[in-house]
């Protein structure tokens, strides 16, 4: 990659709605510079999209998320790969990944419902061809989500303490 586009890069992870003028200023590079690198960037697919992190329990959205530790037969000569882009192409799923370790995959999926999340579990994902076994693991609450606190306001967290 080329000289200093590793700094654009992480300038946008920390905040994708800078504008081309004050990612310039802070890289000491014209604003039609930066403009085209994004671009070729997108172009590239490097950059593959644009997420905001939303609070959910602020926004009222009442999300059921989980975790699921999946364990797969390697295809020969596919590897993993078919079956974990096969997993990943559902709509519940929000993200995938090949692991080391115990289990094989990593899925993290999304429902509007506990059965919901279940039936997805039990129906769809258990029954695929290859998958040897899941642990489903539910979140509770987000503390930080890709890098960015969760965290209440410290006045809701602090103690009463009488003397």
Do not use: W
């Amino acid at each position: 990659m080329q000289g200093g586009m590793d700094e654009l890069l992480t300038l946008l992870e920390e905040n994708a709605l800078r504008s081309p003028e004050t990612i310039g200023k802070l890289l000491g590079r014209p604003a039609d510079e930066v403009r085209r690198q994004i671009k070729q960037l997108e172009e590239d697919k490097i950059i593959l999209a644009y997420k905001a992190i939303v609070d959910d329990e602020k926004a009222e959205r009442n999300k059921v998320k989980a975790v699921i530790e999946v364990r797969i037969t390697p295809e020969r000569g596919g590897g993993f790969n078919r079956l974990a882009a096969r997993i990943a192409r559902y709509p519940e799923v929000t993200s995938c990944f090949l692991m080391s370790g115990s289990y094989d995959l990593l899925v993290f999926i999304e429902g509007a419902t506990l059965r919901e999340v279940a039936t997805f579990v039990s129906e769809k994902l258990a029954t695929i061809s290859g998958v040897l076994s899941t642990a489903t693991h539910f979140t509770l609450k987000p503390y930080k989500e890709q890098g960015v606190l969760m965290l209440p306001d410290e006045n809701e967290e602090r103690l009463q303490i009488s003397p």
